[in-house]
């Protein structure tokens, strides 16, 4: 991980604080976290042995409401990384008009190395050692990188079983027979997907060729390949972490997720349907119209950003192109549509979710995703409009929006001028 991580992802913020007429007490309060909790984890191993592991909470702002963002295992995971993602999630719930903060969580694990009772136990320590943080009025949990639906069942089950009553609105991602919301498993990349089929024609993207390279086949990574593919894109490259595969004449995504579930990887499938092996760094600088980051942060950087051969980048995954390769990028007229506005789908339904938990009552599947669709839509022209009036690139026009409501909220408790008029 990036050790100035939290410094650069600041430099956003100060550059679209440049462009709204702001009080200095927003950006003092937004420059850092409000709450940060770092605990040792001791779990059993299923062979009799305690193994500890860090983890963190974050709850980077709460004015606009409770915290929200997910929590991921991952063996790089630091606080630092906590705090970052924290910030960025205050700036998506502000972008989407969820009444959200911003907060995220990691355990430093390699999930692939424990056994299923092993990552049971370690989520139900987390929830234990975080019980007085996280809260449906509080602080909301979700998933993120390597967990997912059983992890936040297990969660919310350890949660209700501290405050002894039936809690389902304290984490989102639940599986849909404990709560869950119907069209959550796909949000992330069905916002994504929306937005660039509203956008299509101001992308360049309704005429020619339309040739999609994805790196990560996880949750967002083979959904969007699925939704795409569906509607006449052609994915032409698409990788994990273990490796790529570029298959010029386009490659169906059932194909590829059942390569992936079968043989670890879709690496499987070079050598065969035209497709060659390729690896990360090759599939970044594919021949093709959209490139959709969809793993982890810092992918496209100084180095290589001068080398991406796509016209759109839709940053499905969070923090994917640093603050260096932004300038390039610009320069070179490359679109991105960013992350805390391209991923924004997923904590939309996650919204939606905790609002069902909390009526009791629940939605249709067409009802989930015509709000979504809504959502995305109106808040992905307001930020297009903006970036066009005021002539920035998308990423600064979605931080000026996302900063607009968070500074009207933080100023309507009043300001300097108001105290000492
Ligand atoms: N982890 C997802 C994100 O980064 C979802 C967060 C949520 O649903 O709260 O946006």
């Not at 995220?104 to 692939?112: F, H, I, N, Q, T």
């Not at 989520?123 to 998933?143: K, L």
């Not at 960013?338 to 009791?360: C, H, K, M």
Request: net charge neutral; aromatic share 6%; hydrophobic share 40%.
């Amino acid at each position: 991980m990036n050790e100035n991580m939290l410094t650069s992802a600041l430099t956003r913020l100060e550059s679209a604080a440049k462009h709204l007429d702001i009080s200095p007490e927003v950006l003092e309060k937004l420059k850092f976290p409000k709450e940060v909790l770092s605990v040792r984890l001791m779990v059993r191993m299923d062979d009799g042995s305690r193994r500890s592991f860090m983890a963190w909470r974050c709850r980077y702002d709460d004015t606009r409401g409770p915290t929200k963002g997910g929590i991921r295992f991952h063996p790089d995971a630091s606080m630092e990384e906590v705090v970052t993602l924290a910030f960025w999630m205050t700036f998506k719930c502000a972008i989407m008009n969820l009444p959200f903060g911003g907060g995220k969580g990691a355990v430093k694990l390699d999930p692939r190395e424990l056994s299923k009772a092993e990552l049971e136990r370690v989520s139900r320590a987390y929830v234990h050692a975080f019980a007085g943080m996280i809260g449906p009025d509080r602080d909301i949990p979700a998933p993120d990188v390597y967990t997912n639906a059983m992890v936040m069942g297990w969660m919310a089950d350890e949660y209700s079983s501290i405050v002894r009553q039936s809690c389902p609105a304290v984490i989102t991602g639940k599986p849909i027979a404990l709560g869950g919301s119907l069209g959550r498993d796909d949000a992330t990349a069905r916002g994504g997907y929306y937005l660039v089929r509203h956008l299509e024609s101001e992308l360049g993207l309704d005429a020619g060729r339309r040739r999609v390279a994805i790196q990560g086949y996880g949750n967002a990574g083979a959904h969007i390949a699925r939704l795409l593919h569906a509607d006449g894109y052609k994915i032409v490259a698409i990788s994990d972490s273990k490796g790529g595969i570029f298959c010029p004449d386009g490659i169906d995504p059932a194909i590829a997720l059942e390569a992936k579930e079968r043989d670890g990887s879709v690496v499987a499938l070079a050598g065969q349907r035209g497709c060659k092996a390729i690896d990360n760094r090759e599939l970044l600088e594919a021949d093709c119209e959209l490139l959709v980051p969809s793993a982890l942060e810092n992918q496209i950087t100084a180095e290589n950003a001068g080398r991406i051969r796509a016209g759109v980048v839709l940053e499905l995954a969070n923090g994917p192109v640093s603050p260096e390769a932004d300038a390039t990028l610009q320069q070179r007229r490359i679109q991105v549509l960013p992350d805390i506005l391209a991923n924004a789908g997923g904590v939309t339904v996650s919204y939606f979710e905790w609002v069902q938990n909390r009526q009791g009552y629940y939605w249709t599947l067409d009802e989930v995703r015509e709000r979504l669709k809504k959502t995305m839509e109106e808040e992905g022209r307001s930020v297009w409009d903006l970036a066009r009036k005021k002539r920035l690139e998308m990423r600064t026009a979605a931080y000026v929006h996302a900063l607009g409501r968070l500074a009207q909220a933080i100023e309507a408790h009043g300001t300097q001028p108001f105290f000492a008029g």
